[in-house]
Every structure is written in structure tokens, then in C-alpha cells.
Nanobody
Framework: QVQLVESGGGLVQAGGSLRLSCAAS?????MGWFRQAPGKERDSVARISWTGGGISYEDSVKGRFTISRDNAKNTVYLQMNSLKPEDTAVYYCAARSTKTIGVYDIWGQGTQVTVSS
């Protein structure tokens, strides 16, 4: 079973930056970042295909967040700039184990991001 391990979360002031990393124990295909704020549902933030294309973002993070991946390291990144207090959430990395599966079937444990005003 492939495992995902996130890192890079923490406390930052509004306007600051953080870079999240998600290392997979083996090859994965489409990968994505999700976030869940207290009392809210888990929402998609960004996704990237195996080739590094197919990138999409949730509207509120467009222009501020950048997703990328290094397949040689089986790692996906989320560069978060101009952070806002409303970005505070637990951020989860997710992956699809095959090229054809239509759902994210592998999830990380989550990393807390807190943005202070």
C-alpha cells in the first residue's frame, strides 16, 4: 500500500508563505491537495496529473498557490504565497494509485496550516 507523508505546515502571519511537501512511498498518478477548516467540509485546493500537466486550482487560491511535482522523488509540492487567515486549515495530500481510477484512494495524515491576522 502506497503511503503519503505531508510536511511543511506551521504558523505564519498573513501575507507570508509556506511550502507543503507530500512524499509518496511509490509511484502515483494524479495527485491533489485538499484542506479542511474546523466545522467545514474537506475541499479540493489543487491537483496535478502524472505528467505535470492537468493543473487546476480552487478559485480562492488562484494566483497565490502553485502545485508542482517531482516524479523522480515521488513528491508533490504546494507553494502557498500571500496567505490569508481564511487559508487556515488542515491540508491533506491525496493520490490516485492508478491511471484509470476515478477517485483519490490514497490519503496522507494531514498537516496543519495556521495563518494569523
Amino acid at each position: 500500500q502506497v503511503q503519503l507523508v505531508e510536511s511543511g505546515g506551521g504558523l505564519v502571519q498573513a501575507g507570508g508563505s509556506l511550502r507543503l511537501s507530500c512524499a509518496a512511498s511509490a509511484r502515483t498518478f494524479t495527485m491533489g491537495w485538499f484542506r479542511q477548516a474546523p466545522g467545514k467540509e474537506r475541499d479540493s485546493v489543487a491537483r496535478i496529473s502524472w505528467t505535470g500537466g492537468g493543473i487546476s486550482y480552487e478559485d480562492s487560491v488562484k494566483g497565490r498557490f502553485t502545485i508542482s511535482r517531482d516524479n523522480a522523488k515521488n513528491t508533490v509540492y504546494l507553494q502557498m504565497n500571500s496567505l490569508k487567515p481564511e487559508d487556515t486549515a488542515v491540508y491533506y495530500c491525496a493520490a490516485r494509485s492508478t491511471k484509470t481510477i476515478g477517485v483519490y484512494d490514497i490519503w496522507g495524515q494531514g498537516t496543519q496550516v495556521t495563518v494569523s491576522s
